[in-house]
């Protein structure tokens, strides 16, 4: 029978094993339902409905993202896989928003199908413009203020608990190729 080694703290471990396999099929499937869910119910015909959906839809992943970057600085497993997750639907979202709006003539020039849209909110997110695409309206002006003012707020804040708690299981983690040191005992 082995000693208590006195460590009564749970272990700490990563993102639970069946989460990782997950990631990638999970970001998949959001890229392809973006490209294939209708647009249509959507837009300049419906606006109060349009932007009701997009900030109902908003605040959820932002209230979501907010739980997932606690658990993250807890250690909690199964973070990593949904703040990346929760990231890219943030991106999805502004894309979708922003391929809706294109529909009402005058709020884009240059914007006309969904990977423009997605390519616009990457250039966005990353604060670099071609030129290639230009807000026209004032609706289109605002939903790109307030990808940027999410970007600062929401993203970041996910993005660096993203980073933080990846270096913390990191820096738990032995050297490849040297055993483990066994503790006290």
Do not use: N
Not at 160 to 185: D, F, N, Q, V
């Amino acid at each position: 029978m082995a000693e208590p080694s006195g460590d009564t703290s749970p272990p700490r471990p990563g993102a639970p094993s069946w989460a990782w396999p997950l990631l990638g099929p999970a970001v998949a499937v959001l890229f392809v339902a973006y490209f294939l869910l209708p647009a249509q119910v959507l837009g300049p015909e419906r606006p109060a409905l349009s932007w009701t959906v997009f900030i109902v839809v908003l605040a959820a992943i932002a209230a979501l993202l907010l739980k997932h970057m606690r658990d993250a600085m807890f250690d909690r497993p199964g973070t990593v896989v949904a703040l990346v997750s929760l990231m890219c639907l943030s991106v999805l979202v502004f894309s979708s928003a922003y391929f809706v709006i294109s529909h009402d003539p005058g709020e884009f020039h240059g914007l006309r199908t969904r990977l423009d849209a997605f390519y616009f909110t990457l250039l966005t997110l990353a604060t670099v413009s071609y030129g290639d695409i230009q807000p026209r309206g004032q609706s289109a002006r605002l939903l790109i203020l307030l990808q940027i003012l999410y970007t600062l707020v929401f993203l970041t804040a996910a993005a660096t608990s993203l980073t933080g708690k990846l270096r913390r299981t990191a820096a738990r983690r032995p050297p490849r190729g040297r055993p483990r040191k066994p503790g006290p005992g």
